[in-house]
């Protein structure tokens, strides 16, 4: 079994004491590519850093997270557009709007979201897109660039039935993360998770955040790390009804495609 996890923060700190033996670990359960998550200026530059000094088993995002958009300014926009240009650099984001903790103003969120949808129609590049409590708003500006860019992702879907088939009209790629096991804000993912298309749907650990409920025994540090996305994966292909090798294979082939791996 081969897996991509296609959204990983293997800049935050939490990897820096252990950072190769987490590798090592990934590889040893079947994940075969992983495409670190850019969610600041700073973030973006080191997830392009540890692209170039994995090559062939990382890859980059580059964008600014919606609860950081209040520091996006004229020369983060500049910078982002070089970030964009390298190939290791796979889509643009973490973008998008966050309107449950609302730690950047409303409209400043719009604005940067706007600016980095431009970056990726220019660059020509899929979109790392994040949303949570912002639908409708996420959506309008969304379907005024979708057929601009080449693929987009709505990565760590937590969102309604509604949502899921807004995406999917648009086209958009589906990414599930350990949401799905959480017993007490993720049994609805399992009820729908199996309308996802075989082609649209990818999956993420999004670490060190979200560590799976459902791993047993679970780790007294409670981060979570690559090589979870096998029981992640196990899971999804429980509530899709279909063998692990079947979602294993079909996530993948999507996630090579998407991010052109």
Known sequence: MQLVDIGANLTHESFRHDFDAVLDRARAHGITRM????ASQVGSEHALELARAHSG???????VHPHH????????????????????????????????????????????????????VTAGKPLFLHQRDAHED??????????KVPAAVVHCFTDTREALRDYLA???HIGITGW??????????????????????????????LLPRTVRPQPSHRRNE???????????????????DVTAANSTAAAMAFFHL
């Not at 996420?138 to 057929?147: G, M, T």
């Not at 690559?226 to 279909?242: F, Q, S, T």
Request: aromatic share 8%; proline share 5%.
């Open 170 to 172: 648009l086209d958009c």
């Open 138 to 147: 996420f959506l309008a500006l969304l379907k005024r660039y979708r057929d």
């Open 69 to 120: 958009a209040v520091d996006y300014t004229d020369t983060t926009d500049a910078r982002l557009r070089e970030l964009a240009q390298a190939p290791e650099v796979r889509a643009v984001g973490e973008t998008g709007l966050d309107y449950n903790r609302n730690y950047s103003p409303r409209d400043v969120q719009r604005m940067v979201f706007e600016r980095q949808l431009q970056i990726a």
């Open 57 to 63: 088993l990382l890859y980059a995002t580059a964008g």
């Open 226 to 244: 690559p090589m979870y996305l096998k029981h992640i994966c196990e899971e999804i292909a429980r509530d899709r009804g279909e063998p692990v």
């Open 180 to 209: 799905i096991c959480d017993e007490r804000r993720g049994t609805h993912l399992r009820e729908f998770v199996r309308e996802i298309p075989a082609n649209r749907l990818m999956i993420e650990t999004d670490a060190p955040y």
């Open 35 to 38: 495409v670190v998550t850019g």
